[in-house]
């Protein structure tokens, strides 16, 4: 069965660097999807991404964060600044969106852990 | 503002029995709601969704229920198994996003 799939597994930082995590939806996905979970808590959206722009955010995702589907296949999320709060799993995810996209389950990639020192 | 809720943070229950999770809204209407499994480490997986206009929907061991005057959606594991262990999450929201509970972690002891 296709999956989301996500690089590093691991990734730790320096407080302060800039982060790109990425994520390589199934193939014939349309819609696209950044979560966080910090440790302990739920997993909170942070946007979704479609026909190359910006579908929709949360208030979480403000200027520090970034999103861009470089190519035909990646979908990568860019951290700018990173503070110690940063530090959570990360998933990205995806649905076909075609014919009642609404409803449609979510694919999620088995996550990015963002380690910021 | 909209909330989703799941009511216990942890339940354990014994092999074979059937587990019952809980998961409650408020301040909207949701036109579906989606229950996910996620295992340590893990991201959600998909499970079953349930449509407001439907009352109960299954697959295999699972069941979940729908209902709208209680505000409430119900998600059922019988004869529950070890491997049945993990966090549970509800969710709703749209094509532009999903909104999840904070899950219910379910042990079932052999």
């Known amino acids: 069965e296709p999956e989301v799939t996500q690089t590093p597994s691991h990734q730790v930082t320096q407080m302060g660097q800039e982060v790109i995590l990425r994520c390589v939806p199934i193939?014939?996905?349309?819609?696209f999807y950044w979560y966080r979970q910090i440790l302990g808590q739920k997993v909170e959206f942070l946007v979704s991404?479609?026909?190359?722009?910006?579908?929709?955010k949360s208030e979480i995702f403000d200027d520090q964060f970034s999103v861009e589907r470089p190519d035909g296949s990646n979908f990568t999320l860019k951290i700018r600044s990173t503070k110690l709060e940063d530090s959570a799993m990360y998933f990205c995810?995806?649905?076909?969106?075609?014919?009642?996209?609404?409803?449609?389950?979510?694919?999620f990639g088995d996550g990015t852990r963002l380690s910021i020192l | 503002s909209q909330k989703i809720e799941q009511n216990s943070e942890a339940l354990n229950i014994q092999e074979g029995k059937t587990a019952t999770l809980t998961c409650n809204y408020t301040?909207?209407?949701?036109?579906?709601l989606q229950w996910y499994r996620q295992d340590p480490g893990r991201g959600p997986v998909f499970l079953l969704l349930i449509r407001e206009n439907e009352k109960e929907k299954r697959k295999e061991r699972l069941k979940v229920t729908f209902d709208t005057t209680l505000k409430q959606s119900l998600f059922h594991i019988t004869a529950s198994q070890p491997a049945d262990s993990a966090t549970y999450l509800c969710?709703?929201?749209?094509?532009?996003?999903?909104?999840f509970g904070s899950g219910t972690q379910l042990t079932v002891l052999p």
């Open positions: 301040n909207y209407s949701p036109a579906y």
């Open positions: 193939s014939n996905h349309l819609y």
């Open positions: 995810a995806s649905i076909r969106g075609t014919g009642g996209q609404s409803n449609q389950p979510q694919h």
């Open positions: 991404f479609y026909n190359n722009e910006i579908s929709e």
């Open positions: 969710a709703s929201g749209s094509a532009r996003q999903l909104t």
